[in-house]
């Protein structure tokens, strides 16, 4: 993946991303160099649901109304 990008050695991969992380940046990388889109492997929409389940009631948000 060094060859692609220029910051991905293998230490810097295994010490500060995801397993999810290095495989999307992999797909990236394969599409870039062969001219096709790339799948989209990660969700671009976020998820308010489990956000919400995670940290609803952490979060504290200002009334609705200013």
Not at 6 to 23: G, N, V
Not at 29 to 47: C, E, F, H, V, Y
Request: glycine fraction near 10%; avoid cysteine; charge should be positive.
């Amino acid at each position: 993946m060094g060859m692609i990008y220029a910051w991905a050695s293998p230490e810097y991969l295994l010490e500060h991303m995801t397993l999810r992380q290095i495989f999307y940046f992999y797909d990236q990388g394969i599409s870039l160099l062969s001219g096709k889109p790339a799948r989209n492997s990660m969700p671009q929409t976020p998820d308010l649901e489990g956000f919400n389940k995670l940290y609803g009631d952490v979060i504290k948000r200002p009334p609705k109304g200013g």
